[in-house]
């Protein structure tokens, strides 16, 4: 059992050569079958390369999504029996937020955990990957995006863009779907679009802030960790982050006591993890097929945990914190929508990769929509009747 592999073909070689013809048969057999295992089955002496990954995410330890990260960490573990430790720090343990992708980049960190928009300084086509507004205005949802990315030629877009066009040295694997966000959090009502344009408002980068702008509102980004510092100043008066249960992790219903639900700002958002290509092509392709299996499984988990822990978190902001929870005025969706159109369109005409992306998106809703759309009205329509109307009237 502690012979190498090369050790068993010396061994079997020279009982050949020495007088393996002189044995009886059945001896012969025995004996060959004996030399056979030697020679194939692998040697326990023989270690496997094992490999560690840093992962820092733009969130903190107590969000949903770092939960969700250190779940992937943990089927990374399993699967790999060991050979690829994954650890996981939380925003600004490392780096600042904002210089994650550089830094994976230049090999400081082997990986982050961000969303697209975070880079949209590097170009503004990395926010349509993650919180594109074409999904809303065909009526498609978190689910019609990720058949896109994996089936209609969004994933090969993405690294075309990061590799081709921003020259980014890192590999992406998506892990953690959390669109349908909210409007977010307000000191004062918003009733309307007038109301909305007259408050300061944190915002996300990239598409969704121009968007926001573009509408006429007040809207300036900050990183996660520094909104509550904002708003405790008077700075802001209204913010975003991601949704109930990972807002309510960093403390925004101590400062806020208004939140309005879903907005088609982010109608559609998911997380990535980028690698260092350098670490990236480091792992053999088992382990880098871990990788991303470990990832399909932990979007799966996440949209679950998304739909029940939310819905847990809204209820508990309301009964125990008092907090007014709104469905954001239908005005306020009408006048996200037109100055989207405006901006897809300006965008388009500046940069012809951002024109292929959307008329990739485009392309691909006009296929996908008269289905599944017709899908998503009846199961609206169902729940409207059924469960939505009933309990507003109680």
Known sequence: SILTDKCAHRVVSQLLVQGFLSLSKVTALAVLAALSLLMYTPSTAVAKETF?????????????????????????????????????????????????????????????????????????????????????????????????MYKGGGLELYHELLQNVMGVNVVSVFVTPSGWQPLGWFKVPVENMKQFQRIKYRSPPGLAGEIFKEAGVSAVFLPGEEIIPAADRGVIDGAEWINPVEDIAFGFHQTFKRYYLASIHQFIDVGEIVINRGFWNKLPKDLQEIVRTAAMATIVDTFANDIVRNAETIKTLREKHGITVSPTPSDVHAGLMQAAGRVLERRSREDAFFKKVVDSQRNFALTVAPWWGEVLRIYFSLSENAVIRPQASK
């Open 52 to 148: 560690r990954m840093r992962i820092q995410a733009a969130v903190p330890s107590g969000a949903m999504s770092f939960e969700m990260l250190e779940a992937f960490a943990r089927r990374v573990d399993v699967m790999s029996e060991g050979r690829l430790k994954v650890q996981v720090f939380g925003a600004g343990a490392i780096v600042p937020s904002p210089q994650i992708l550089d830094s994976v980049h230049r090999g400081i960190l082997e990986a982050g955990f961000a969303w697209p928009q975070y880079w949209s300084g590097k170009h503004p086509a990395t926010s349509l990957f993650s919180n594109t507004p074409i999904w809303p205005m065909a009526g498609l949802d978190q689910l019609t995006h990720f058949a896109w």
